[in-house]
């Protein structure tokens, strides 16, 4: 089971603005870089943002990531139908032992 | 282009093993840290392994420990993971994981994925 909490499922209309939390503690998310995931129906994950809150090249500004404390946050403005996607936070714990990378429980994003 | 491809998949009865292969292309592979990370039927993404550009650090989930072993080549561009006495739970996609230089816990390049079955 996953150390990271993300709410199930989020949902809002063409145009609108979705956030996805990301629940952890001082082990993982507290002390260390959040990652986000996007990923499409029967696709591999892609990275959405990393380093909290900065985006590779070629993903649009549509998407933003910030933290504070031990939860993260992804937001999606302007949503758009090819959005609709699960998304997953993923970052590095130290509690459990030595090296051990977790994901969140994963958001369904559904565009109405 | 950059790429990962998997490899290795398959259907396996329960107790046996089955080793993985990741081809990595379009980049300087011997510079990365490499992961796998498997997805089972339905559900949400779960970090396998993680090995050093080097090979010399090496980690495990919980729930692998003991059972799988990740190692690569770096003269081959190849990223393995030896699975034995695998068991129905580990049925998944297994993706590798390229993790980004400087960025850790980015994992910016996925394979497409290979889908390994546990059963009789």
């Known amino acids: 089971q996953s150390v990271l909490t993300q709410p199930p499922s989020v949902s809002a209309a063409p145009g609108q603005k979705v956030t996805i939390s990301c629940s952890g503690s001082?082990?993982?998310?507290?002390?260390?870089?959040v990652s986000w995931y996007q990923q499409l129906p029967g696709t591999a994950p892609k990275l959405l943002i990393y380093d909290n809150n900065k985006r590779p090249s070629g993903i649009p500004d549509r998407f933003s990531g910030s933290k504070s404390g031990t939860s993260a946050t992804l937001g999606i403005t302007g949503l758009q139908t090819g959005d609709e996607a699960d998304y997953y936070c993923?970052?590095?714990?130290?509690?459990?032992?030595?090296?051990?990378?977790?994901f969140g429980t994963g958001t369904k994003v559904t565009v109405l | 282009e950059v790429q990962l491809v998997e490899s290795g998949g398959g259907l396996v009865q329960p107790g046996g093993s089955l080793r993985l292969s990741c081809a990595a292309s379009?980049?300087?592979?011997?510079?990365?840290?490499m992961n796998w990370v498997r997805q089972a039927p339905g559900k949400g993404l779960e970090w396998v392994s993680y090995i050093s550009s080097s090979g010399s650090t090496i980690y495990y989930a919980d729930s692998v420990k003991g059972r799988f072993t990740i190692s690569r080549d770096n003269a081959k561009n190849s990223l393995y993971l030896q699975m034995n006495s695998l068991r129905a739970e580990d049925t998944a996609v297994y993706y590798c994981?390229?993790?980004?230089?400087?960025?850790?816990?980015?994992?910016?390049?996925w394979g497409q994925g290979t889908m390994v079955t546990v059963s009789s």
């Open positions: 994981a390229r993790e980004a230089q400087l960025e850790p816990g980015a994992f910016d390049i």
């Open positions: 993923g970052t590095w714990d130290s509690s459990l032992s030595a090296g051990n990378y977790v």
């Open positions: 379009g980049f300087t592979f011997s510079s990365y840290e």
């Open positions: 001082s082990s993982n998310i507290g002390n260390n870089y």
